[in-house]
């Protein structure tokens, strides 16, 4: 490597730094600082008389279609949009309120959630439990959720954070992507943000979530059969080639970066849908270089933002954005790091609701063109 190359390395590399925690109940918990400093940082104790975090519920295996759902009965009592005050994700400014986070301030914090879907503590099945009459026997739900919390103000919204703060937000996602995937329990990690009490955020704050789960999830499920169908016949990557022809044919590109190209695709289901995917094969978040993951920041800000002016008059368009990982053990090599994501927004004040085509049959009906949503990305641009 040259001194240029080694020097414009070094000015991608993540300044920041991450301290490790425990919390009052035995959850961890990484706070990431956007700077490293000298010395201790973020020691503050949590102090709160938890009760043991709750344990896994169950996965039953629906022999109707074939895949797994997930009974999470405990997480009928989780924390629903509570006021500004009793916001469990502000850092704890006075002792008397202590939040998820003990510390005064922090940059981005990332723990295991309180209220898990997926949980690392496992009891068996209740002395009173009937087992199925016939298919897979019921499974623990064991796996891990966490919460990433992008900011300590209560207001902020993702898109218009420094870009420094993004950066570390992707260092986040590509750590706990990266722990979960150690795991051998665990078969695929999935990052992700829902934004807007439209599609049931609880809480407010701006927060991601991290679920790694023990079985393969359905759609990845579905992408991976088509992947192995294609590589069958073409020797290909379905994902790579899927971008190589987006890219070549032109007309759904939103916006190309050296590192990242931003794309509709072609049977697009929501009324605002974009896909984002690297240029170089690479599994999950935690496989991008420096270079890749500084773009990356630049890129995702620059699509939200494009997203939340998509429709004119509306402030703060709710999304869905999600990272589809390839699967940790069996099949990794028919996967491909790619973001979708979408908007359930079709026009000002009107959502789409998934009514009886798609939340019965799962057939999809979009109202509008892929190619038209393109065309408005691109008119929107920063
Ligand atoms: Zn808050």
């Known amino acids: 490597m040259d001194a240029v190359a080694r020097a414009a390395g070094e000015a991608q590399r993540w300044p920041g ?135 300590s103000d209560h207001d902020a919204a993702v898109a218009d954070l420094p870009a420094a703060r993004m950066r570390t937000i992707v260092e986040a996602w590509a750590h706990r992507t990266a722990a979960h995937s150690a795991d051998p329990r665990i078969a695929e990690v999935f990052v992700f943000e829902n934004s807007g009490q439209e599609i049931g955020v609880t809480l407010s704050h701006p927060h991601g979530q991290v679920y790694a789960y023990p079985v393969v999830p359905p759609r990845s499920q579905q992408l991976v059969e088509q992947a192995r169908r294609h590589r069958a016949v073409t020797g290909g990557n379905l994902l790579a080639d899927v971008l190589a022809a987006e890219r070549a044919e032109g007309t759904r ?51 939200l933002r494009r997203v939340n002016r998509f429709h004119p008059g509306v402030d703060r368009v709710p999304y869905i954005s999600g990272w589809h990982q390839a699967p940790t053990g069996e099949d990794r090599e028919l996967g491909r790091l790619h973001l979708q994501l979408f908007s359930l927004l079709r026009a000002p004040g009107k959502l789409k609701y998934l009514a009886g085509s798609e939340s019965g049959m799962g057939a999809w009906i979009n109202d509008t063109t892929p190619e038209r949503i393109a065309d408005r990305l691109r008119e929107v641009a920063s």
């Open 253 to 303: 590109v939103v916006l190309q970066g050296e590192h990242f190209t931003a794309y509709v695709p072609r049977a697009a289901r929501w009324p605002v849908e974009v896909h984002l995917a690297p240029h170089r094969d690479v599994p999950d978040l935690a496989a991008l270089d420096d270079a890749e993951r500084a773009e990356l920041a630049t890129v995702y800000q620059e699509l």
């Open 17 to 151: 730094q991450v301290t490790e925690q425990t919390m009052a109940d035995g959850r961890p918990m990484f706070y990431f600082d956007d700077v490293a400093t000298d010395g201790p940082v973020h020691q503050a104790p949590d102090t709160r008389p938890l009760p043991e975090p709750p344990h896994a519920g169950e996965q039953r295996f629906d022999v109707l279609t074939g895949e797994w759902v997930t009974i999470a009965g405990h997480r009928m009592n989780r924390t629903f949009l509570p006021s500004a005050a009793d916001c469990p994700l502000d850092p704890t400014t006075d002792p008397a309120r202590p939040t998820e986070v003990p510390d005064s301030g922090y940059d981005v914090v990332a723990f295991a959630n309180r209220f898990p879907s997926f949980a690392p503590l496992t009891v068996g099945p209740a002395a009173d439990a009937t087992p199925p009459p016939f298919g897979p026997a019921d499974l623990p739900a064991y796996g891990h959720c966490d919460v990433v919390v992008f900011s």
